[in-house]
């Protein structure tokens, strides 16, 4: 990718106010139901909230959304995003088959990645959440270059070695300059019968990241058997269980997610410029 450099690439022009990434070092974490749900959470406050899914090689919104069955049919050339639980989502788990293995190598994917913006007939939207592949590869430079993003939301386990994991996939975003609007801990805790609190992966890991990387911490996320039970019924749990704990955390993140975003301004309009590329 960085071979690119210095030839002119297409502009492209973003199809929301505020574009982010929703991301980690590596997959497990809560990535994809983090982004799910704060699209969905910010939707239901009144936002027009588009999910792009970019994780090519595993594509699992269309299973948490509930939108397996749609097959995009292009209308003037371009593919209309899915609709489901007040969002656009596409994913490339519209166009491959889940079962297809796919092995692509640098420039296809970039290839791909572009076209998630100039093929699908986004709406006008306030929010574009993209949410990452794991890793620190070729998926993070291209939306890192091509996109004018907002910033990056990143996610993490509260445990040590999911810190180290998120770290380096954070300075990634960094040394590509995009802002890193803050860190969510998820899985934090799980809520007991009683009242109490069960610390199942360790404690402390976000808040301690946050602080030794100098980037915000957006807050906690309980542990929830209901949210994968949700997720694998294609209803997010923010509305098969809107008045759960995990549920109210989901909101606050987007409300909090929104702050930053509007603090680093709107990019909207913006469009890439070449020499920067
Ligand atoms: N807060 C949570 N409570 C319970 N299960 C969760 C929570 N967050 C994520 N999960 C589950 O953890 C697994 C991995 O989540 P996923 O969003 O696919 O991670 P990633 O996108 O980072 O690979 C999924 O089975 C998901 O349902
Ligand atoms: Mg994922």
Redesign the pocket.
């Known amino acids: 990718m960085f071979a690119q450099r210095g030839i002119p690439q297409p502009q492209m022009r973003m199809p929301a106010q505020y574009v982010i990434a929703i991301a980690?070092g590596k997959?497990?974490?809560?990535?994809?139901?983090?982004a799910v749900n704060i699209a969905v959470a910010l939707a239901q406050s009144g936002a027009k909230v588009g999910l792009l899914d970019a994780d090519i090689y595993g594509p699992?919104t269309p299973m948490m959304l509930g939108a397996n069955a749609y097959k995009p049919a292009a209308v003037n050339g371009r593919l209309p995003p899915a609709r489901v639980h007040g969002i656009e989502l596409f994913s490339m788990g519209f166009i491959v088959r889940p079962e297809q293995a796919i092995i692509w190598r640098g420039p296809m994917l970039d290839k791909a990645i572009r076209q998630f913006l100039t093929d699908v007939a986004w709406g006008e939207l306030d929010y574009l959440l993209i949410?990452m592949p794991?890793g620190t590869g070729d998926a993070q430079l291209t939306v890192s270059q091509a996109f004018t993003l907002t910033g990056a939301v990143i996610?993490t386990l509260p445990q040590a070695v999911s810190q180290a994991d998120a770290r380096r996939g954070l300075e990634g975003f960094r040394q590509m300059e995009v802002p890193i609007l803050g860190i969510i801990e998820?899985?934090s805790y799980l809520l007991l019968p009683d009242g109490g609190k069960l610390d199942v992966f360790g404690q402390g890991g976000g808040r301690a990241l946050a602080e030794a990387v100098g980037a915000p911490f957006l807050g906690e996320?309980?542990?929830?058997?209901q949210?994968?039970t949700a997720?694998d019924g294609g209803t997010p749990v923010v509305v098969s269980h809107p008045d759960s704990a995990?549920a109210r955390a989901f909101r606050a993140l987007a409300e909090a997610i929104a702050a930053k975003a509007a603090e680093q301004g709107a990019t909207g309009q913006n469009f890439i410029p070449i020499t920067e590329i």
Request: aromatic share 0%; hydrophobic share 35%; proline share 17%.
């Open positions: 980690s997959g497990g974490v809560g990535k994809t139901t983090v699992n949410d794991p996610v998820n899985m996320i309980p542990l929830d058997p949210v994968p997720s995990v």
